[in-house]
């Protein structure tokens, strides 16, 4: 049976409870895999070696959880991430010990940055030997800590049930975040206690999920007696599950909502209530909304400087609440009158509850005005593909519904502007860290999660470049993912600041030069490569991508090479002083 | 009116913190992990096991305006490993820091030192033609203040610890 086929088996299994459910001696290889079991963790992302071979030793008999071998475990920390955006369950990484470990280093940053929760298995050298600069040796307890929610070291197999279902309960509960787990060698060899206890105790770890009355009270007072309120929805809205109940809000009392990156999907972009994505390339009436509005209620945001631009003149007109689990968030960048530590999914209804719905008749004149005034461009050419007419065929060729996973850089903010985000959990990108090489892997761990779902990946040939090889994992599992090359033959985002401020010194962000040929790579690796030079190719080549099913398609799209990403507000700018398009 | 900036900058001051954690080396890496990488100061920290098993009391002493202390003490509350975390400043506390500090001590000067030393109620704990060590705790003024007396002489040797504190109980004076 090939491994596609056992995949798929594997999702439709029903769950069978773990080996021993009562107390019982196992080593730490049976005491790992019985929790992860005890867990409900269906799928893993790993890749062997030397300080984790008894694990893999055990998994070779397991049939209930699939582990997907990655080429790379920086792509297998992507995969993972990508299945905790799409699920909100936990992605689950296997690495070795050294090189093993450091390799996931990208991908968990990347993680902490967004939020996302992953717990991490590093393999480390027995006990007895850490510190002695061992084969395969890392601190990578140390090399994670500040990129981490939380990691443990595992110095007694007793504590090893303990530690790991801690550590799933870190990652998950209040702001989720990565968790790491060093598994020393000896740990997975000895024999230990597994008590199938699911009960976690950590004293020192209680997130605030509940919202303070008299602040939940003042925000309901401003946001009724608001004249141009105005939502700013964040990542929180997706983390915390809050969608319906921002939706029924904003519908209720017909306030406008923007959304920052990682809220995209967190509130349907077809409603009448949505302004679109705000900050650096936010839309206009975003930018001027979050400008000129005199309550902000943001929601699970974080005031990032992509967001924000220039902070004083961020908003200069508003008196701002903030809801938020993570209280450091609170005050951080941005002074707020109402600060609310809870639950974006709890508080919001609260709010909601206790709120009149404020007269903002005048307020959706403006909005309306500067919607018309300024709508996204989609420039249309019929020689060359432009790269907003590729984003805009994406979304008509998925009709808005599919799983979409991009890269950094132009082609990122491309498709969060032009691909209608109608979803919530459906937009993969690394918001925070800006991660090149996120999207392909990313999109592939989704794809894992909802085989039944039709998976985008949108990326450059920049960012595919990073994590190519993965074609591999993709083709031996027969994932029908669709790989979207925005190739203008440079590093695009890199390429417009140095045209805008650096006099067009095009310094080494060209890739014209050395680039592959994208359908022949594709071939290699047993995936179909497609090329498109034109808007007509560029549909043909979409529909037969859309036809296939069994296998990668990587698209080739060469688009106009010097198109520029706008709206933008530049670096250090107030959000209002946006540059709209080419001088 | 404009509410967006950041809050006017109040008086930098200094804030001494207690932060109770559980007792592993971890738990201190990461507390000092929050200041080199969000860029706080630390002017002085000590760590030694506590009261209840497994638990440990850190004293932190670092300066600040106010936005800036209420970031500190959310990011260290935010570390799983942190049981609780009190700014003392604005409560009534006592803190004390131990300093040992070796002195050339001529003939001719050792009396005098001896004197500065009494002074300050310290101790003398060691004695060597020429040298003198001695102990002294109190607060950070106060050995300050103690330094600058003794530095005349010449100091040769220095140590001394972060600060350690706990919240007062009784209000009167000791």
Known sequence: MDNAKAHKLKKNKKKEPPEDSGPSVLNGAGILINTLQDLEVDTIFGYPGGAVLPLYDKLFDNHDINHVLVRHEQAGTHAADGYARVTGKPGVVLATSGPGGTNTVTGIATAAMDSIPLVVFTGQVPTDLIGNDAFQEADIVGITRPITKHNYLVDDVNDLEQVIRKAFHVATSGRPGPVLVDLPKDMLKTEGHYSGLRKVSIPSYSPTEKGHFSQIKKAAELLSDAEKPLIYAGGGVVLGKAWNELTAMAERHNIPVTTTLMGLGGFPEGKPQALGMLGMHGTYTANMATTECDVLLAVGARFDDRVTGNLEGFSPHSKKIHIDIDPTNIGKNVAVEVPIVGDVKQVLPEIDEKMETPNTDKWWQVLNQWQEDHPLKVPETEDTIKPQQMIEAISDATNGDAIVATDVGQHQMWTAQHYTFNHPRSFLSSGGLGTMGYGFPAAMGAAFAHPDRTVVCITGDGGFQMTPYELSTAVEHEIPLKIAIMNNQCLGMVRQWQELFYDERYSHSILKKGNPDFVKLAESYGAVGLRATTPKEMDDILQQAMEINDKPVVMDFHVEEHENCYPMVPAGAALNEMVLEDK | ?174
């Open chain 2, 1 to 174: 009116m404009n509410t967006t900036q950041k809050p006017v900058q109040t008086k930098e001051q200094k804030h001494t913190l207690s932060v109770v954690v559980s007792y592993n080396l971890n738990a201190l890496s990461r507390i000092i992990g929050i200041f080199s990488s969000k860029g706080f100061e630390i002017d002085s920290i000590s760590f030694g096991s506590g009261k209840e098993s497994g638990l440990a009391r850190i004293t932190i002493t670092t300066h600040g305006d106010e936005q800036i202390i209420e970031q500190i003490t959310k990011q260290l509350h935010k570390i799983i490993d942190v049981v609780t975390v009190a700014d003392l400043t604005y409560e009534s506390f006592v803190e004390r820091e131990l300093a040992l500090v070796k002195v050339k001590a001529s003939n001719s000067a050792r009396s005098e030192i001896m004197q500065i030393t009494q002074v300050f109620r310290a101790k003398v704990i060691d004695i060597s033609p020429g040298k003198l060590s001695i102990e002294i705790t109190g607060n950070r003024d106060k050995i300050d203040a103690f330094i600058g007396m003794v530095r005349p002489f010449g100091i040769i040797e220095l140590a001394r610890t972060g600060s350690v504190a706990l919240k007062r109980e009784f209000n009167g004076s000791v």
